[in-house]
């Protein structure tokens, strides 16, 4: 199995991604960290345990920062509610899992204990990545490959032009697009061209315990309006990681707009033949709700 640790802030789509993760075949989670974000890093923190707890699944939770490296936060809990997971009734959960080690340093921690190359799987502002290469920049040889939700080479979701994980956090995001790791970027138009239709939702309903969980949120992502379907950008990553022949990709290099006073936090991307870096440019739309189904039957 190949070892993964998660950086995240659920967050509906990354309930999503989770799920995938966690029940994959392929994949040994070894580490989840959490971050401010779609909400607050103590409750992306919780949220994460609840998953856990839901999917019964142990793994070890790291907290991380609960602000941006220079500038505020700025949430996205009116994509995902106010708890960053709305629409389903958590049960008690297991606290255990939680460790009081700061996410740089356990992120450092679980490469350095790992007999593997780790990917690293990027789902939300990249402020605990961002510290953990300004602390452990030796880890970099022990990267397999650097997977991240995040940018946009059109307009954004989060100000005109740029997307929320970046814009959130664009320092963070331009020190890690400049780290030389081998990066994958999956961006904005890859999980708005792959939108979850609405039948594929009506059957995501009937796909086990984890389906009808997934639904009752997806009921509440965006306030519940389902009619031009679902973009689950987190999950988007799974594809590349699992089915990477759903996918199409392009060398680039990514730069990100820090000064901007209307597009801070935009992605420039430039298309050169060479790069540690690559884009996601094209998924198998069908295809893919085909593979979203199958993948959530499989998670219990
Ligand atoms: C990203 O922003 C968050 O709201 C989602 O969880 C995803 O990581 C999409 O722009
Ligand atoms: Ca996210």
Known sequence: KRPIIIDTDPGIDDAVALAFALFSEELEVKLITTVAGNVSCPQVTENTLKLLTFFDKEVLVAKGANQPLVQPQIDASEIHGDSGLAGFEWKEYNRQLLTEVPAAIAIHQAIQQSSEPVTLLALAPLT???????????????????????????????????????????????????????????????????????????????????????????EHYRGGDIVTGLSMYDSTTLVYLLAPHLVETTPCQMAIELAGQVTRGASSVTFIEESSCQLVTDIQVEEFQQWFLQQVSQCG
């Open 128 to 218: 605990n990545i961002a510290l953990w290469l300004r602390l452990f920049e030796e880890d970099k040889e022990k990267i397999a490959e650097l997977v991240i939700m995040g940018g946009a080479t059109g307009r954004g979701n989060s100000g005109n032009f740029s997307e929320f994980n970046f814009h959130a956090d664009p320092e963070a995001a331009e020190i890690v697009l400049n780290s030389q790791l081998p990066i994958t970027l999956l961006p904005l138009e890859i999980g708005n061209k792959a939108r979850l239709t609405s039948e594929t939702i009506k059957q995501v309903k009937k796909a086990g315990k984890t389906g009808k969980m997934l639904s009752q949120l997806f």
